[in-house]
Each structure stands twice: as C-alpha cells, then as structure tokens.
C-alpha cells in the first residue's frame, strides 16, 4: 500500500451521505483536527454513455472540495505538482470504493 493512501485511511473515515441533493462520500477526521472533506457524486444515467449500464447503479463523480485534508496532507508530506495525480486518485478510488460499498456493489 501507498504511504499516502495508509495515512489517509488511518487519519480520516469516509462516510457515505445520500440525501435529496445526490450522494456525498465524507473524509472525516478521526479527531476532528480539520473540516470535512467531501466528494460529490451523481447517479449515471443511461444516455450519458454509448456503453450498456448493467446494474441500476452507478455514479459519477461530479464535484468535489478536499482542500482542508489536501493542507492535512501536505503538512505530513510536503507534497508536489507530480503528487497531485497520484493524491486524487488514491481519494477516488477510496470515495468509489465506499460508495459501492454503501449499496452494496462491493463487499
């Protein structure tokens, strides 16, 4: 595992939000040092892709405001322009990974 994707999952607990306004995947501070990060997703609709939808669910990720746990980070890491890429996609795969897990889709 990744320093950076084993010092995110152990300083902050994502926590999957449905609500009116579409599906949120919170990055909560285990201690509440800084403010919530949040990761905004959308159900996919079926014309939005050429490509067959096979499960009734599935997201896209369609906005998201990290800066509080990116300064976390950045504290700890000193991190760079080129680690951005990686950074994203680590808070990505772990957003996707919880929101499948919330409905079931991945055990």
Known sequence: MDPIEKFLKE?????VIEDKMGIKCLFQHKDKLVD??????EFAKKSWSKKPILSNRQFVIVDA???DVLQFLNSYY???????????KIIVDMGV??????????D
């Open 65 to 67: 405001d990290m800066s």
């Open 36 to 41: 919530d990060g949040v990761v905004f997703f």
């Open 11 to 15: 300083q902050f607990t994502p926590k």
């Open 97 to 106: 990974d919880h929101v499948e897990k919330f409905f079931g889709h991945k």
């Open 78 to 88: 000193n991190l760079t322009e080129e680690d951005y890429s990686k950074v994203r």
